[in-house]
């Protein structure tokens, strides 16, 4: 492991106030999105797509990662340009996503454990390489009746665990995503309570698996009300439950939180970033950045559509979502004002 490597690594991915953007989708995932929209399913349609979002002008003014899917680092630009090289021509890490998957877990209803440790330290020696920087993994919890079990907290914690040790052995930043789910009609206590339990067990498991804390990235959900909750909170309401959580559990050795977006609408998932840092930012001992997903390509898939004619705007649109998102670091995202 080349502690100085990962360090520096972890610390570009959160550094002047930019964040990651998560373009990993896997074929299924992406292709319900596509789907929901008339776009073609096809191999051919994802790679424009991705195109489109890597050759975005001056999207590395806000984004300092971009996390891959393996079908993606090995196809190529239209001009031949490999995608891997594209990103880092852009002035951005790649990094890319080597869970296989949240499967049903057995014994266990309406759980999943993630897939993906066997076979793994081979598939991170050929994305290192390949000039991947960093890596993901994500595992999904859910919140239900008598659920989450611990069972399924322990089982996604110490693969999370098992996974960062093998990632920083090949010299790539693990970011550790425990996702808690928003779907339900739970309270933002309930979020708060499962979210807590989980991030004291993965922390719990990173530390037995021996992680250079320094080395890695958490990537957590905000603290949330359910989306079928009748009390939706408001957005200070949210940062604070979100940052008091976070201190009573993440170790003030990790350098940056990256948060996932959920499905939160983009306005909402920047709203609340922007209030935990300016309500926090300069008494906090982690950055507070983002890697989202939905909440910065939605707009800009919805305007594309699977047309060339559409790629300006749908470029424009992301940009503009990312230029947001770097406000929202530095606590002024205003969805009242237009930050450029
Ligand atoms: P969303 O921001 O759309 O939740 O995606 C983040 C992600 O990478 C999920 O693994």
């Known amino acids: 492991m080349n502690e100085t490597t990962l360090i520096k690594t972890a610390n570009a991915l959160v550094s002047d106030d930019k964040g990651i953007l998560a373009m990993d989708e896997s074929n299924p995932t992406c292709n319900k999105r596509f789907a929901a929209l008339g776009i073609p399913q096809t191999e051919e349609a994802r790679r424009a797509y991705r195109e489109m979002i890597v050759t975005t002008p001056g999207l590395g003014k806000s984004i300092s990662g971009a996390i ?29 996503k080597v869970d296989a998957g949240a499967k049903e877990m057995a014994g266990h209803p309406g759980e999943k454990i993630s897939e993906g440790l066997d076979g793994l330290r081979d598939r991170l020696k050929e994305y290192a390489q390949m000039g ?16 989450p079990s611990q069972a399924c907290i322990e089982a996604n914690a110490h693969a999370l665990a098992r996974y960062a040790a093998l990632c920083q052995e090949a010299g790539l930043v693990p970011i550790v995503e425990p996702e808690v789910l928003m779907d339900g009609d739970h309270t933002l206590q309930r979020c708060f309570d499962v979210t807590e339990q989980v991030l004291k067990t993965v922390f719990n ?22 989306l079928a909750c009748p009390k939706q909170e408001s957005v200070d309401e949210v940062a604070d439950a979100t940052v008091k959580c976070l201190l009573r559990t993440v170790p003030a050795a990790v350098p940056g939180i990256a948060f996932l977006s959920g499905g939160q609408s983009p306005e909402l998932a920047s709203a609340r970033l922007s209030a935990m840092n300016s309500r926090y930012k300069s008494h906090l001992p982690w950055e507070l950045a983002f890697s989202f997903a939905r909440a910065i390509q939605q707009p ?10 559409n790629v300006p705007e749908a470029q424009k649109a992301l940009f503009d979502r ?11 995202y205003n969805t009242n004002k237009k930050i450029k």
């Open 68 to 96: 891959l899917y393996d079908e993606t680092i090995r196809q190529h630009l239209n001009d031949g340009t490999p995608f891997i090289k594209a990103v880092v021509n852009a002035g951005i890490i790649p990094g890319i």
């Open 132 to 147: 991947l920087r960093f890596a993901k993994w994500r595992a999904v919890i859910a919140i239900g009746k008598d659920i």
């Open 205 to 226: 498991q990173l530390y037995r698996q021996g992680i250079l804390l320094e080395g890695m990235i958490l990537k957590p959900n905000m603290v949330l009300p359910g």
């Open 300 to 309: 800009a898939l919805e305007i594309w559509q699977g047309k060339e004619a």
């Open 322 to 332: 990312a230029s947001y998102n770097r406000a929202a670091r530095q606590g002024e």
